[in-house]
């Protein structure tokens, strides 16, 4: 019997691939969003497909303020960086952290599954931060920039400098092992389009085995002498005992739902962040500037 072909999406409905453009995220969460039975979709004839009807209201449901709408969880996602590390401890602000990357970040707070992201993703030109990415993926969500704070990034290198590296682009000379961030992760969105500035790329680069979950993993492997040199954070390099040389400042800011902004956790945390405690804690640890706490980096004006 031949195999019947599977008709076109009816009118109204969504296939896979035009759902996640709707959705402005990627084909595999939406397969991830299916298989948690987390958004509406029917199938015909082994095809997913999305109403687009049931979609909007699935929307409209999540929407901030939405009557019945779900609060996200008290955890914030995104980045790794050692002063929102120390400050969620130590303010008891009953924040989790999720720390899997800017960009990973960025995709649960969409979903749902954060209500906050730290993020650190330089602008194309690398003129600026974030900023870049809200414009893109964040618009109409309820989502504020505010900033975390400014950090000095750059090269982490082991005691004495011994590979005598002084830019991004000794990292590609022979005999340097670099150790790599995920591709989720700031540091590694920068180190690419750093190294795209210099006419390189990650191929270009003699890598340690696996990859660097978050920015004491990085100084770590340096540390231990599974690498030479890694991109990261000067407060990272002073934590473990490592030379730093600088690249730039970059902006972190944290990404929060509006309606989250106003909850105890968030209130609590930013809260502990204004105090002295906070300023002599960003002081030691090196590298950061915190005068501008709070700012609003990027507003959504829809």
């Not at 759902?19 to 402005?24: G, Q, S």
């Not at 600026?128 to 893109?136: C, Q, S, Y």
């Amino acid at each position: 019997m031949p195999k019947r072909d599977v008709p076109p999406p009816a009118p109204g409905y969504l296939n896979v691939r035009e759902v996640a453009a709707h959705l402005r995220i990627k084909e595999r969460k939406v397969y991830d969003l299916v298989s948690r039975g987390a958004i509406p979709h029917t199938r015909a004839g082994g095809k997913l497909l999305f109403a687009v009807q049931a979609v909007e209201r699935w929307l409209s449901g999540r929407a901030v303020g939405a009557a019945g709408a779900r609060p996200a969880p008290a955890t914030i996602a995104g980045s790794h960086d050692p002063l929102l590390e120390w400050a969620v401890r130590e303010s008891r602000c009953s924040l989790a952290l999720l720390t899997q990357g800017s960009l990973d970040g960025v995709e649960r707070l969409l979903a749902g599954e954060a209500c906050a992201a730290l993020v650190h993703l330089p602008s194309k030109d690398l003129s600026d931060f974030n900023r870049e990415l809200a414009e893109e993926r964040l618009r109409g969500r309820g989502i504020v920039l505010l900033e975390w704070a400014k950090r000095s990034s750059g090269l982490l290198v082991r005691k004495g400098n011994p590979k005598r590296l002084k830019k991004v682009s000794d990292l590609a000379r022979r005999g340097v092992t670099v150790a790599l961030r995920p591709a989720a992760a700031g540091s590694r969105v920068l180190l690419e389009r750093l190294l795209a500035a210099d006419g390189l790329a990650i191929k270009s680069l003699t890598l340690s085995p696996g990859e660097a979950t978050t920015e004491s993993d990085l100084a770590l492997a340096i540390q231990h002498g599974e690498a030479d040199a890694g991109l990261g954070a000067q407060s990272a390099a002073g934590l473990f005992g490592l030379d730093f040389v600088p690249v730039l400042t970059e902006r972190l800011d944290l990404a929060v739902l509006r309606s989250a902004y106003f909850e105890a956790p968030l209130q609590r945390l930013f809260a502990f962040a204004r105090g002295k405690r906070f300023r002599e804690q960003a002081s030691a640890l090196t590298g950061y500037d915190v005068a501008g706490l709070g700012s609003v980096s990027w507003n959504d004006p829809a």
